[in-house]
């Protein structure tokens, strides 16, 4: 399972509410670029429905950009969350998809295991006095949830999973899922199921199961009807381990507005994307080369790593408009070039660069830039463009390290952006 998409502001609102004291500082972990750790948080009174009432069916709570994740008594619940930010109010929009194991024990023993140096302090009416401490785990047993049958849920590496492990005893025909709250259920072309909600999707591909003391693979498939999905495996010896891999995709980005315009993947499996926002509070880690907006909307630059982490993002431009609307990768993803427009007259430019000043007043010229593929430093950036109003569409870049350029022009001025013998 692990996290990606495009936009969303984080709150936790509706039927489930909480405010909290970090043990370590928000701020201080943005300053050194860190993030909240992916990993199940307990429930020690800090969970609240929308009266206020302790939430005492819920056990932990596990959160991403866009997306909390709540389990207790043998089920899963996804809420996603959209929050825009205005000069007056915020406009909050939430969707919540329930996931329950029918037929299973919600009484089932709960073993938390694999405890962080991570942990939350509260102080809130509901909870104790003096606070209380909500520790962190990366791992969560469900023990008999069906008979002989355990539901683990583990964080491994930026991705959370879990398994089945059907023991002798267990029958597999036991395991039943009911998905309350998508709007559509369905099996994909590869075997995996597809739950589809207005604020996001949740896909499980195909499973994967094993007999857990040899390792040796046993034929599995989903099988889904009226909204609940169970699972089909061949004979096996001992104890049966299903491990279904699960992953969503969701929103991410600030208070504000964010677009996402371009994403290439690189050689070892990572996916870049580029594109604008008028928030100044992206998750921007890593060292960046810019990590404030500068003006109404900037350029951004992210990138994630193969199991969908962000790696980084940055900010680029000055206090005018920028955006960035297209991107290249080089073959060995060690150069990312960005090109879009911009009306922002500083934070642009390169020294030595092609057009070191905006070439216009009041008007937008084409820009092109290129970074590390870190996103720490700027190898160069130039603007590119005459006295009319032009914008970078595409960009592309070859092995000798050549890049190219395209878009359009209002220009007539032939010497600003005409050079060499040109076809026109």
């Given amino acids: 399972m692990y996290f990606n998409g495009t936009k969303c502001q984080l709150l936790l609102l509706s039927c489930f509410m909480s405010a909290s004291l970090l043990a370590k500082d928000v701020k201080t972990l943005n ?9 199940f948080i307990e429930n020690k009174g800090q969970v609240l429905d929308g009266n206020n009432h302790s939430r005492k069916d819920i056990q932990f709570r596990l959160a991403t950009n866009g997306l909390s994740l709540f389990l207790g008594k043998s ?98 025909n036991d395991i039943k899922i009911k998905y309350d709250g998508a709007t559509t259920l369905a099996m994909t ?4 199921i597809l739950a589809t909600t207005p604020m996001g999707d949740v896909t499980e591909k195909h499973p994967v199961a094993f007999e857990t003391a040899t ?18 495996t061949g004979n096996y010896n001992g104890s049966l381990t299903i491990d279904p891999f699960l992953n969503w995709s969701t929103y991410i980005g600030g208070g504000n507005e964010d677009r996402v315009t371009a994403l290439k993947c690189g050689p070892g499996g990572e996916t870049y994307a580029c594109g604008y926002t008028a928030s100044t509070d992206l998750p921007v880690s890593g060292g960046p080369y810019q990590s404030s907006n500068n003006g109404s909307h900037d350029a951004f630059l992210a990138r994630y790593n193969s199991g969908g982490a962000l790696a980084f993002t940055t900010y680029f431009g000055g206090t005018g408009n920028d955006e960035a609307l297209a991107m290249a990768v080089s073959n060995a993803a ?4 960005l090109t879009g427009r911009t009306t922002s007259t500083t934070s642009i430019a390169s020294g030595g660069a092609y057009h070191t000043a905006l070439s216009g007043s009041g008007t937008s010229d084409m820009f092109l830039v290129r970074f590390n593929n870190t996103g720490t430093a700027r190898s160069f950036g130039t603007y590119i463009g005459g006295t ?3 914008t970078g569409y595409a960009v592309a870049c070859d092995a000798s390290g050549n890049v190219y ?6 220009s007539s001025t032939a010497s600003t952006i005409v050079a060499g013998t040109p076809y026109q």
Avoid at 145 to 168: A, Q
Avoid at 189 to 192: D, K, L, P, Y
Avoid at 334 to 337: A, I, L
């Fill in 31 to 39: 300053a050194q670029g860190l993030q909240k750790p992916l990993t």
């Fill in 75 to 172: 089920s899963l619940h996804y809420q996603f969350r959209n929050i825009k930010h205005t000069d007056k109010s915020a406009d909050i929009n939430s969707y919540q998809m329930n996931v329950t194991l029918l037929g299973a024990d919600p009484n089932a023993k709960m073993v938390a295991s694999d405890q962080q140096e991570y942990y939350e302090n509260y102080f809130l009416d509901q909870t104790a006095t003096d606070g209380v401490t909500a520790h962190a785990y990366n791992k969560v047993t469900y023990c008999n949830v069906y008979p002989n049958i355990d539901w683990v849920l583990y964080v491994k590496g930026n991705n959370v999973e879990y398994d089945f492990v059907v023991r002798p005893g267990g029958n597999v």
């Fill in 189 to 192: 072309a590869n075997g995996g």
């Fill in 215 to 232: 390792g040796k693979s046993v034929a599995s498939k989903f099988s889904v009807h009226d909204n609940v999905v169970s699972f089909e």
């Fill in 334 to 337: 060690t150069r990312v070039y």
């Fill in 388 to 390: 009319g109003d032009e």
């Fill in 405 to 410: 350029v395209g878009g359009v022009t209002t």
